[in-house]
């Protein structure tokens, strides 16, 4: 349990190791939540199709379009704030808990309009149903900053665990008895109310009635310029325009191959962007510290997500219909497309956490703003020429924009780009000499495909570790001598 009455501040000794056992205890524990999302996830993709999946994903798409419009972002400033008091939090509680409250009214006017501007008569159902969870969200807004601040992260990430168990039991109830489509909304609810209430427990903060527009002002420039960034990442542009410009069948593909990298990239660089950014933060002031930090979470989190994203795309064409069915063999393309991104997502967590440590966030909020111009302009000039088409350019465009934010992290913490790029000679040459095992495995052996599939996993991930625990023994033994570290 957490007492922010009694300490608010940044912990300052013990840091290193806090935050590595952190990323994992977190990681061990996200293998829970990922394994039952897939568990979900697998049994209804043999369920519904597409284009149901479809519906559903256009009905989160438009609430979290919606519920992007909150002031969220506040809970980053109680976490970065050097002198946090008990009025911030009172202040930014009641804020998000009014604004969670309206946006849901808001959902709820709106459903039967929507449903019939874009043509879609199960959007009157599903909006009212699905928009509740923005209560929820906005409700957790400062108990989650707290325990991020306080990096309690065996609490954050038990709460995860308990959510995605019981929202599993629910939603395999709801699906046994037939209620396909909606198991994955149902989930979805049952998995915020879990959330919401472990969160609360976890701490012994609780609101005051009072509000402080002074406490607000002090956070307003840091929590408006977050808030706004994650309006800007959070609205689902692309499931919006998909659904628009295409159909209800491309949006299930799109939808479907999204969803498997999100569990994937959420057991990978989820769990290290909640400790990344509370640490670099109570380091804001010691470069020395900062810049050797960021460059071990920035190896770390390279090492384990690069093998994971390149062998998913290498075995994607045979593992997709053999755990999720034949009708979604469509959906590869696109799952090849998000697995390329996601070698840029997990430097791109750290180097965000960074940013807003040092109080860039105004930087960073106009790099996701421009980024997400060049995603609608990407949909909009490609759809014409079909899914596949999309996929690839904006993998394209998200590659091509990378060394921006590249360039200045390097300068603002006095790394040479030589150095930085360091960091990923030995992922990468683990994952060449994965790919060349996986095609030999695939063209030197007649197997099933289960067997291949079998096959190539369990080669590739022995060759990348051979390859990678040789190349980087070095670089391992001074991160374990960090975390032992009293600092």
């Known amino acids: 349990m957490t007492d922010p009455e009694s300490n608010l501040s940044h912990h300052k000794t013990g840091?290193?190791?806090?935050?590595f056992a952190g990323v994992l205890w977190s990681g061990f524990n996200a293998v829970v939540p990922a394994v039952s999302s897939l568990i979900v996830f697998?049994?209804?993709?043999?369920?519904?199709?597409?284009?149901?999946?479809?519906?559903?994903?256009?009905?989160?798409?438009?609430?979290?379009?919606?519920?992007?419009?909150?002031?969220?972002?506040f809970g980053d400033a109680l976490i970065q704030w050097p002198n946090l008091k008990s009025e911030h939090l009172d202040a930014t509680f009641w804020i998000c808990l009014l604004w969670g409250v309206l946006l849901y009214a808001g959902v709820a006017i709106l459903a039967f309009p929507l449903a019939g501007w874009f043509g879609v008569p199960m959007l009157s159902k599903l909006l009212p149903v699905v928009g509740v969870r923005l209560i929820f969200d906005l409700g957790t807004v400062v108990p989650t900053a707290l325990l991020s601040r306080q990096m309690q992260f065996r609490q954050m990430a038990t709460r995860t665990l308990i959510a995605s168990v019981i929202s599993m039991v629910v939603c395999l109830v709801v699906l046994y008895y037939g209620y396909g489509l909606w198991a994955l909304v149902i989930s979805q609810l049952v998995s915020a109310a879990v959330v919401f209430a472990v969160s609360w427990t976890s701490v012994s903060w609780r609101p005051a009635v009072r509000f402080s527009w002074q406490a607000i002002k002090e956070l307003k420039s840091f929590g408006g310029y977050a808030s706004f960034g994650r309006l800007i990442t959070a609205i689902n542009f692309?499931?919006?325009?998909?659904?628009?410009?295409?159909?209800?069948?491309?949006?299930?593909?799109?939808?479907?191959?999204?969803?498997?990298?999100q569990i994937i990239n959420d057991v990978l660089s989820g769990?290290?962007?909640g400790v990344a950014y509370p640490l670099l933060s109570s380091m804001q002031d010691e470069p020395e510290k900062l810049r050797e930090v960021f460059l071990a979470t920035t190896f770390l989190s390279s090492v384990f997500a690069f093998p994971i994203f390149v062998g998913l795309a290498l075995v994607a064409h045979d593992a997709i219909p053999l755990i999720f069915g034949a009708h979604w063999v469509e959906a590869v393309p696109a799952l090849?497309?998000?697995c390329s991104i996601g070698l840029l997502t997990c430097i791109g967590i750290i180097q965000a956490a960074l940013l807003r440590a040092k109080g860039r966030v105004g930087f960073w909020t106009w790099y996701q703003t421009g980024q997400q111009i060049l995603t609608i302009l990407t949909i909009v000039s490609l759809a014409p020429f079909g899914l596949t088409a999309v996929f690839l350019g904006i993998a394209v465009k998200t590659w091509l924009?990378?060394?921006?934010?590249?360039i200045l992290v390097g300068r603002m913490i006095d790394v040479?780009?030589?150095?930085?790029?360091?960091q990923f000679i030995s992922p990468v040459l683990g994952c060449l000499a994965m790919a060349v095992v996986v095609f030999g495995?695939?063209?030197?052996?007649?197997?099933?495909?289960?067997?291949?599939?079998?096959?190539?996993?369990?080669?590739?991930?022995g060759v990348y570790a051979t390859v990678v625990g040789c190349t980087s023994s070095a670089r391992l033994k001074d991160i374990i001598k960090i975390m032992k570290l009293k600092r």
């Open 416 to 422: 040479p780009p030589a150095k930085y790029a360091a």
């Open 271 to 273: 769990a290290l962007a």
């Open 401 to 406: 924009t990378l060394p921006v934010v590249a």
């Open 441 to 461: 495995v695939r063209n030197g052996l007649t197997l099933s495909p289960l067997q291949s599939v079998a096959l190539e996993m369990a080669c590739g991930a």
């Open 336 to 338: 090849q497309a998000f």
């Open 15 to 19: 840091r290193a190791r806090r935050a």
């Open 238 to 261: 692309e499931q919006l325009l998909i659904g628009a410009l295409l159909n209800s069948l491309a949006l299930g593909l799109y939808a479907f191959s999204r969803r498997i990298f």
């Open 42 to 73: 697998s049994l209804v993709s043999r369920v519904i199709g597409p284009e149901e999946f479809g519906f559903v994903a256009f009905s989160v798409a438009i609430v979290t379009t919606i519920g992007a419009f909150s002031p969220a972002g």
